[in-house]
C-alpha cells in the first residue's frame, strides 16, 4: 500500500512538473536573460504578436509588453550585427525574441481551429491552413522559447515612418510586389514577416535582385556574429551554443519577468 502511495504521488509529481524541457512554471527568467532595448537602444522593435497585425490576428498569450526578451550572450551578438549595419546606413528591426510557450500554445490552437482564416489573405494566401502543422510553419515547440532565437530584418537609415496598422484594414498578400503589400519600412525582403509560403525560403528561386540580396546580406552579417539562419524563413536565426538548448520558458513577456 505504501509502494503504491509513493507511486502515485511520483506519477502526480510528475504531471505537475510538465514535460521534460519545458519550465511551466517559472514566473521569471532565469538569471542571464536581458531586455535588448537596455543592451541596445539603437535596434528598431516591431513586436507583432503583441498587437494585430500577425497571422492569428489578435494579440498572442504571454505578450504583456512589446519587448525583446533575449539571453545575455545572444542579445550582445545582436549588438555586434547592429554596429556593423550602423556602419553601412542601415539598422536591426526585431519583429520577435523569446516567445513563452502559452504563445506557441496559442499558436497551434489557432491552427487547429480551421474556421478562423481571418488573416489567409495575407499570411497564408496558397497554403490551406489544415495543413500548417505537416508543411512546418506552427509546431508544438519552438526555438524562440529557449530564450537565443530572434525574427528580424533591416532598415535603411535614416528609417522611414511606419503606419500604423488599423485593424479591419484590407490585407495584401505577404509575397505580393513590395509596392503592394503591407507598408513595412524595411528593405524589400521579397516577402512581409511571418509569410507561410515557399518564397520565404531564404533561396526562394523566385526571389531574385536586391531582394535576394538584402537577404544575403541579412544572413551573412548574422552568421559572422554566431547564429544559425533557419532556410525556411529568411527572418529567423538562433545563436550556436545557445545557453539553455533543451529548455523551452514559459514566463511572460513583460519588464518584471527578468530577475
Not at 520577435?96 to 494566401?125: G, I, M, N, S
Request: aromatic share 12%; net charge neutral; glycine share 6%.
Amino acid at each position: 500500500m505504501k509502494h503504491r502511495v509513493l507511486v502515485l504521488a511520483a506519477v502526480v509529481a510528475a504531471l505537475l512538473a510538465g514535460p521534460p524541457g519545458v519550465a511551466h512554471a517559472r514566473p521569471q527568467a532565469p538569471a542571464g536573460f536581458v531586455n535588448l532595448a537596455d543592451v541596445d537602444p539603437t535596434i528598431l522593435h516591431d513586436i507583432r504578436y503583441k498587437g494585430f497585425h500577425n497571422f492569428v490576428g489578435r494579440p498572442i498569450n504571454g505578450y504583456v509588453e512589446p519587448l525583446c526578451l533575449l539571453t545575455q550572450p545572444a542579445a550582445a551578438a545582436l549588438k555586434r550585427v547592429q554596429a556593423q549595419f550602423i556602419r553601412r546606413g542601415y539598422t536591426l528591426k526585431v519583429y520577435d525574441c523569446y516567445r513563452p510557450q502559452r504563445a506557441v500554445d496559442h499558436f497551434a490552437a489557432w491552427a487547429e481551429d480551421l474556421d478562423d482564416e481571418l488573416t489567409k489573405r495575407e499570411f497564408y494566401p496558397e497554403v490551406e491552413k489544415a495543413t500548417l502543422f505537416d508543411d512546418g510553419y506552427i509546431a508544438h515547440r519552438s526555438g524562440h522559447s529557449r530564450g537565443s532565437t530572434v525574427d528580424l530584418t533591416v532598415v535603411r537609415l535614416p528609417a522611414r515612418p511606419q503606419p500604423p496598422y488599423v485593424l479591419g484594414q484590407p490585407l495584401a498578400r505577404c509575397f505580393a510586389p513590395v509596392w503592394q503589400r503591407f507598408p513595412d519600412n524595411t528593405v524589400d525582403m521579397g516577402t512581409g514577416y511571418d509569410c507561410f509560403d515557399p518564397r520565404a525560403n531564404t533561396l526562394d528561386p523566385r526571389i531574385t535582385g536586391r531582394a535576394l540580396a538584402n537577404r544575403l546580406m541579412l544572413r551573412d552579417a548574422m552568421a559572422a556574429a554566431g547564429f544559425n539562419d533557419y532556410d525556411l524563413e529568411w527572418w529567423h536565426f538562433t545563436l550556436a551554443g545557445e545557453p539553455y538548448p533543451d529548455t523551452f520558458f514559459d514566463f511572460p513577456v513583460a519588464r518584471r519577468s527578468l530577475l
